[in-house]
Nanobody, 125 residues
Framework: QVQLVESGGGLVQSGNSLILSCEAS????????IGWFRQAPGKEREEIAC????????YYGDSVKGRFTISRPTDAKTIYLQKPSLSSEDTAVYYC??????????????????WGQGTQVTVSP
């Protein structure tokens, strides 16, 4: 049974760093891509980054490129999303998702079969 569980959200002060975790179980990560997404209040869900089974990484969206880092340590079943300095614009629910594909999409998409429940990140002034 495929499961994705996000953690690391909460109330964070502006300027502080963020590290979110996505713990994956029930499937072999070598054959799946993992994406990190966020949905801000009143906005559509957007894909931030994707990492393939071979740990090839893509980032999406001009507003987030160069600001987030996705990673998965070798043989680990946890995928991380990091940002060194948060602003109020980063307030959102963050999700990770998995799909049976061998490479990340060239453009961000929502065509992931499995989703976590999300973790709320609220950035205070």
């Amino acid at each position: 049974q495929v499961q994705l569980v996000e953690s690391g959200g909460g109330l964070v002060q502006s300027g502080n760093s963020l590290i979110l975790s996505c713990e994956a179980s029930g499937f072999d990560l070598h054959y799946f891509i993992i994406g990190w997404f966020r949905q801000a209040p009143g906005k559509e869900r957007e894909e931030i980054a994707c990492i393939s089974g071979r740990r090839i990484i893509k980032y999406y969206g001009d507003s987030v490129k160069g600001r987030f880092t996705i990673s998965r340590p070798t043989d680990a079943k946890t995928i991380y999303l990091q940002k060194p300095s948060l602003s109020s614009e980063d307030t959102a629910v963050y999700y990770c998702a998995a799909d049976f594909r061998d490479r990340c999409p060239d453009e961000g998409d929502m065509e992931y079969e499995y989703w976590g429940q999300g973790t709320q990140v609220t950035v205070s002034p």
